[in-house]
T-cell receptor, first 111, second 116 residues
């Protein structure tokens, strides 16, 4: 079992570029989450999904879009990257009310 | 909205000593779940301990235990016999059911340094 896999692990973008972060889980979890981690601010919820074909906004959704076309995958998109989106991004998955398992994170720098 | 507060940005402890990390939360719900996660320099998020609010007994995992005070909305983590490998960021997290779905929110973290 790979658990939760995030790709890529590192990425550098120029302002205005777009990109997609991929999260894949092999635990058949219903729930998937995207967080961003900034120094001194902990992990903040961007978007989450409670099942295939569903998505919902978290605490800081602006500037991001998500899709969950397959149960095992949760994609996070940045349409026009801004320096304020420089952060470490984490994906997590869980069963309803279960323990969330995390990926290893993606370090994104926007210049 | 639910909030999680970790009031200690940094703490340090001597190796083999005991340290307690604080966490408080705000909710009007009665059923929820609480977690402590450890994040070492590798950046990986590692579950330390989980507590269900309906259970009165405090959760324990080896050297890690919690003091869960539901009425006070407090969920502190005690690390006994601290080891150098315990040096990490520690995050308190809260999960409950909101609008038919579960959300997990985090505190801002406490950086723990274990001194040799």
């Amino acid at each position: 079992n790979a658990g939760v896999t995030q790709t890529p692990k590192f990425r550098v973008l120029k302002t205005g570029q777009s990109m997609t972060l991929l999260c894949a889980q092999d635990m058949n979890h219903e729930y998937m989450y995207w967080y961003r981690q900034d120094p001194g601010m902990g992990l903040r919820l961007i978007h989450y999904s409670v099942g295939e074909g569903t998505t919902a906004k978290g605490e800081v959704p602006d500037g991001y879009n998500v899709s969950r076309l397959k149960k095992q995958n949760f994609l996070l998109g940045l349409e026009s990257a801004a320096p304020s989106q420089t952060s470490v991004y984490f994906c997590a998955s869980s069963r309803a009310a279960g323990v969330p398992f995390f990926g290893s994170g993606t370090q994104l720098s926007v210049l | 909205a639910q909030t999680v507060t970790q009031s200690q940005p940094e703490m340090s402890v001597q190796e083999a000593e005991t340290v307690t990390l604080s966490c408080t939360y705000d909710t009007s719900e009665n059923n929820y779940y609480l977690f402590w996660y450890k994040q070492p320099p590798s950046r990986q998020m590692i579950l330390v301990i989980r507590q269900e609010a309906y259970k009165q007994q405090n959760a324990t995992e080896n050297r890690f235990s919690v003091n869960f005070q539901k009425a006070a909305k407090s969920f502190s983590l005690k690390i006994s016999d601290s080891q150098l490998g315990d040096t990490a960021m520690y995050f308190c997290a809260f999960m409950n059911r909101v609008d038919s779905s579960y959300k997990l929110i985090f505190g801002s973290g406490t950086r723990l340094l274990v001194r040799p």
